[in-house]
């Protein structure tokens, strides 16, 4: 069975697995121009050569990624030999696990937690919800099994929960720009928590909106 090539290390940065050439973190060899594969030392933030920070102008991201996907796409790499191929492929789909992520500001929210934090945070993190979150979870579930989806005020009463639910969300992504404006700077324990228990309401946020969604679906 034949080895594939790699990169490999050196005392500046990796050999090019093509010509052995210098490669100090280029996505391409400086010498010969062959595609290289990904560095998993790049964090999703450095993938598109943004600071990392919560707030994103999801214009800019936009514009980047689809810069990046014409540079990487397959189909520049169709009558390359096979590890050519390979790693293009393997650049679009970290390029795109990349851009879902920080498009999706509850996605950014964790991925930039596991990263201040460490992924064993989000796990140890995963603590019930104070009392009073507990009965707006109650509350938000009965208004919306109460409402009659034949009757004539369904929509408006499905739009006024609605509402209430997007703006508790923007409340809470607001509450994450403060945050993250002080923990990426210093790592509170306290600050990290409050965190993760903001995450952990904006997931139930989201799957409300999706309830009511699914409840405007089946109004007659």
């Known amino acids: 069975m034949t080895k594939?090539?790699?990169?490999?290390?050196t005392a500046l940065g990796k050999s090019c697995w093509s010509c052995q050439g210098l490669v100090t973190g280029e996505p391409f060899c400086p010498t010969c121009q062959v595609i290289q594969p990904p560095d998993p030392a790049l964090d999703y933030f450095q993938l598109f050569g943004l600071p990392m920070a919560f707030p994103l102008e999801m214009a800019r991201l936009e514009q980047l990624y689809q810069s990046l996907q014409r540079h990487y796409h397959p189909d520049r790499f169709a009558a390359?030999?096979?590890?050519?191929?390979?790693f293009s492929l393997e650049h679009v789909t970290r390029l795109n696990q990349a851009y879902q992520t920080l498009r999706d500001p509850l996605a950014?929210?964790?991925y930039l937690l596991a990263r201040i934090a460490g992924p064993a945070f989000l796990t140890a993190s995963q603590e019930a919800m104070d009392a009073e979150f507990l009965?707006?979870?109650?509350?938000?579930?009965?208004?919306?099994?109460?409402?009659?989806?034949s009757a004539g005020d369904a929509g408006p009463r499905l739009e006024r929960l609605r509402g209430q639910a997007m703006a508790r969300i923007e409340q809470e992504e607001a509450a994450l720009h403060r945050l993250f404006a002080v923990v990426i700077a210093t790592p509170a324990p306290a600050s990290l928590q409050q965190?993760?228990?903001?995450n952990h309401r904006l997931r139930y946020h989201h799957r409300f909106l999706e309830a009511v969604d699914q409840a405007e679906e089946r109004m007659v």
């Open 195 to 198: 965190i993760a228990q903001i």
């Open 4 to 9: 594939m090539p790699t990169s490999v290390p």
């Open 108 to 110: 950014r929210s964790n």
């Open 80 to 86: 390359r030999g096979a590890t050519e191929r390979r």
């Open 135 to 149: 009965l707006e979870v109650m509350e938000d579930r009965e208004a919306l099994e109460a409402v009659n989806l």
